[in-house]
């Protein structure tokens, strides 16, 4: 087994990345940021799950924004 202390997203689902985005910034963030019509159009997180297992270009931006918003909530606690 390769240990990925590189890889920031070592360890976490992608479960776990969509739930913490709805739960911090809600919805109609997730809908402004990655354009997609699971985040618009009666969301949730499953339906959600099912179009980022599918398609590798959304979850690419997805794990992105999960990146950044982890970035950017670590340099407020700094602050």
């Known amino acids: 087994m390769t240990v990925q202390k590189n890889n920031p997203l070592h360890g976490i689902t992608l479960e776990q990345i969509v739930t913490y985005l709805v739960e911090t910034k809600g919805w109609g963030y997730l809908g402004e ?11 949730s997180i499953n339906s959600s799950l099912k179009f ?12 992105s924004l999960y990146l950044y918003v982890i970035r950017k909530e670590n340099q407020n606690k700094k602050l």
Do not use: S
């Open 52 to 63: 980022l297992r599918k398609t590798p270009w959304a979850r690419e931006k997805v794990e």
């Open 33 to 43: 940021q990655v354009k997609i019509n699971c985040f618009t159009k009666d969301p």
